[in-house]
Nanobody, 129 residues
């Protein structure tokens, strides 16, 4: 399984932007669909966005469409999440993860955390009002 490491979290004011990154030293990464999830205290892990192995297919939660953008650079073995117009209710730990089977979970539009594996340790995003 791929091992992923997130970075780029921090404190930002409402309406601000952050760019999260997720990297690995494992080149198997480039063959997998990847996703971003978030989990606020006391809440379940929530799907944010996903992307197929070549970036050709992306999926977004309705709540982040038109504000967030997922992308990947397979030459640098890195996944990104550009987050704009952030809201206080989006304060959470953000995680990246890989499809359990190549890009299957992205191609089929899966949004359950159970369809993803190889979770990173998460990066904290705090949006102040």
């Amino acid at each position: 399984q791929v091992t992923l490491v997130e970075s780029g979290g921090g404190l930002v004011q409402a309406g601000g932007s952050l760019r999260l990154s997720c990297g690995t030293s494992d080149r198997a990464f480039i063959h997998y669909g990847l996703g971003w999830f978030r989990q606020a205290p006391g809440k379940e892990r929530e799907f944010v966005a996903s992307i197929s192995w070549n970036g050709g297919i992306t999926n977004y939660a309705d709540s982040v469409k038109d504000r967030f953008a997922i992308s990947r650079d397979n030459t640098k073995i890195t996944l990104f999440l550009q987050m704009n117009s952030l809201k206080p209710e989006e304060t959470a730990v953000y995680y990246c993860a890989a499809c359990r089977v190549f890009s299957t979970c992205v191609l089929t539009g899966r949004t359950s955390a159970a369809d993803f594996g190889s979770w990173g340790q998460g990066t904290q995003v705090t949006v102040s009002s």
